[in-house]
């Protein structure tokens, strides 16, 4: 079965950093990319970083390009977005989903082909 878990959110101030991981089950992370999307209050969910084997590289958004760091450690299954110089406007429940076509350049699949999706954490960045 698959699925994904969040963690690592919490309340930190401007400036500050988080780590967030996801863990999966059931997914061979050599073939399935993984996303970190977030979604703000009245917002549409957004991508905000992915990884996957078919990108020459990990692909993050423009609003957290410099600031966040997405990786991965196969051997354990889990997948991380590290971030940094933290905005309030990074404010959000934070998700991770699979890409659910095998194989694919995660930097140009759209939201819909992601899925399922984890619970969410919730990063607030407040002073």
């Known amino acids: 079965q698959v699925q994904l878990v969040e963690s690592g959110g919490g309340v930190v101030k401007p400036g500050g950093s988080l780590r967030l991981s996801c863990a999966t089950f059931?997914?061979?992370?050599?073939?399935?990319?993984i996303g970190w999307f977030r979604q703000a209050p009245g917002k549409e969910r957004e991508k905000v970083s992915c990884?996957?084997?078919?990108?020459?590289?990990?692909w993050y958004a423009d609003s957290v390009k410099g600031r966040f760091t997405i990786s991965r450690d196969n051997a354990k299954n889990v997948v991380y977005l590290e971030m940094t110089s933290l905005k309030p406007e990074d404010t959000a429940v934070y998700y991770c989903?699979?890409?659910?076509?095998?194989?694919?350049?995660?930097?140009?699949?759209?939201?819909?082909?992601?899925?399922?999706w984890g619970q969410g954490t919730q990063v607030t960045v407040s002073s």
């Open positions: 989903a699979r890409n659910s076509r095998a194989l694919n350049r995660c930097s140009t699949s759209p939201r819909d082909y992601f899925g399922p």
């Open positions: 059931g997914i061979t992370l050599d073939y399935y990319g």
């Open positions: 990884i996957s084997n078919s990108d020459s590289g990990p």
